[in-house]
C-alpha cells in the first residue's frame, strides 16, 4: 500500500512491488495473476484489518441491519490516506480493464453479496415483500459509497447509518403501493389497445343458424 500511495497505480510495477516485498518477481506471478489482483488483494486485506466484513444473523433486519452499520470504521488521518489511494485506484479502473474486473470481483461484489444476502433472508421471514428487488436495493447503497469515494470522501459510521436506515429500510420494507398496480396498467398502455378483431362484445359468440 505504500508504494502505491508514493507512485500510484501505473507507475508501480511488478518490479518495484517485489523489490519493496523483498521477493522475485516470478514469486508474486506464482500467488498473484497479474498487478491489478495484487493491488486489489493488498487493498481487501488493508480494509479488513481496519473493520472485518463479518456478515450478521440476528434474525431480523433491523437487528442484521444495526450489526452491519457497526463494522463501518470511522476512519483516523492515517486510514483517510490509504482511502485516497483507493480512490486512485477507482479512477485507474477506468482505463485498466484488468483493475475494473478486479475491483469488482474481489473489492466490491463481497460486500454486496453480504448485503444482498442480509435482504434476502429478510424476504423470507416475511420482512420484505416478496416483490421488492433487492438486487437494485444493493446496487443503489453501493452506487451511493462509490459516489462518495469519486468526490474524495468516506462513508463512516455515522452516514452508513443514515443511508441504512433513512433510505434503505423504508425501501426495502414499504408495502407494495397501488403505483405497482398503475405501473402495470401502464405497461398494458404502452402495448396499445387490443385490436377490434381480438375484442368480443358481451353475448357474442358462436352464431347459431336457425332453419
Given at each position: 500500500?505504500?508504494?502505491?500511495?508514493?507512485?500510484?497505480?501505473?507507475?508501480?510495477?511488478?518490479?518495484?512491488?517485489?523489490?519493496?516485498?523483498?521477493?522475485?518477481?516470478?514469486?508474486?506471478?506464482?500467488?498473484?495473476?497479474?498487478?491489478?489482483?495484487?493491488?486489489?488483494?493488498?487493498?481487501?486485506?488493508?480494509?479488513?484489518?481496519?473493520?472485518?466484513?463479518?456478515?450478521?444473523?440476528?434474525g431480523s433486519l433491523v437487528?442484521?441491519?444495526?450489526?452491519?452499520?457497526?463494522?463501518?470504521?470511522?476512519?483516523?488521518?492515517?486510514?483517510?490516506?490509504?482511502?485516497?489511494?483507493?480512490?486512485?485506484?477507482?479512477?485507474?479502473?477506468?482505463?485498466?480493464?484488468?483493475?475494473?474486473?478486479?475491483?469488482?470481483?474481489?473489492?466490491?461484489?463481497?460486500?454486496?453479496?453480504?448485503?444482498?444476502?442480509?435482504?434476502?433472508?429478510?424476504?423470507?421471514?416475511?420482512?420484505?415483500?416478496?416483490?421488492?428487488?433487492?438486487?437494485?436495493?444493493?446496487?443503489?447503497?453501493?452506487?451511493?459509497?462509490?459516489?462518495?469515494?469519486?468526490?474524495?470522501?468516506?462513508?463512516?459510521?455515522?452516514?452508513?447509518?443514515?443511508?441504512?436506515?433513512?433510505?434503505?429500510?423504508?425501501?426495502a420494507t414499504a408495502p407494495?403501493?397501488?403505483?405497482?398496480?398503475?405501473?402495470?396498467?401502464?405497461?398494458?398502455?404502452?402495448?396499445?389497445?387490443?385490436?377490434?378483431?381480438?375484442?368480443?362484445?358481451?353475448?357474442?359468440?358462436?352464431?347459431?343458424?336457425?332453419?
Open positions: 500500500m505504500d508504494g502505491l500511495a508514493e507512485l500510484g497505480y501505473d507507475r508501480l510495477s511488478m518490479e518495484e512491488i517485489a523489490a519493496r516485498a523483498h521477493a522475485g518477481k516470478a514469486t508474486l506471478y506464482r500467488r498473484w495473476p497479474s498487478k491489478a489482483a495484487l493491488i486489489v488483494d493488498a487493498v481487501v486485506a488493508w480494509r479488513e484489518g481496519v473493520a472485518p466484513l463479518v456478515l450478521p444473523d440476528t437487528g442484521d441491519l444495526e450489526a452491519l452499520a457497526e463494522t463501518f470504521p470511522d476512519f483516523d488521518a492515517p486510514a483517510q490516506q490509504q482511502l485516497a489511494v483507493i480512490i486512485g485506484l477507482v479512477g485507474a479502473a477506468s482505463h485498466d480493464e484488468a483493475l475494473r474486473t478486479a475491483l469488482f470481483t474481489h473489492g466490491f461484489d463481497r460486500p454486496r453479496r453480504a448485503l444482498l444476502e442480509i435482504l434476502q433472508r429478510a424476504a423470507d421471514r416475511g420482512e420484505v415483500p416478496d416483490t421488492r428487488d433487492v438486487d437494485l436495493l444493493t446496487d443503489i447503497v453501493l452506487g451511493f459509497s462509490m459516489m462518495r469515494m469519486l468526490r474524495g470522501a468516506t462513508m463512516d459510521r455515522a452516514l452508513a447509518r443514515r443511508m441504512i436506515f433513512d433510505v434503505l429500510y423504508p425501501l407494495r403501493s397501488d403505483s405497482a398496480a398503475a405501473h402495470s396498467a401502464g405497461d398494458v398502455d404502452r402495448r396499445g389497445p387490443t385490436p377490434r378483431s381480438a375484442r368480443r362484445r358481451p353475448g357474442q359468440g358462436t352464431s347459431t343458424t336457425h332453419g
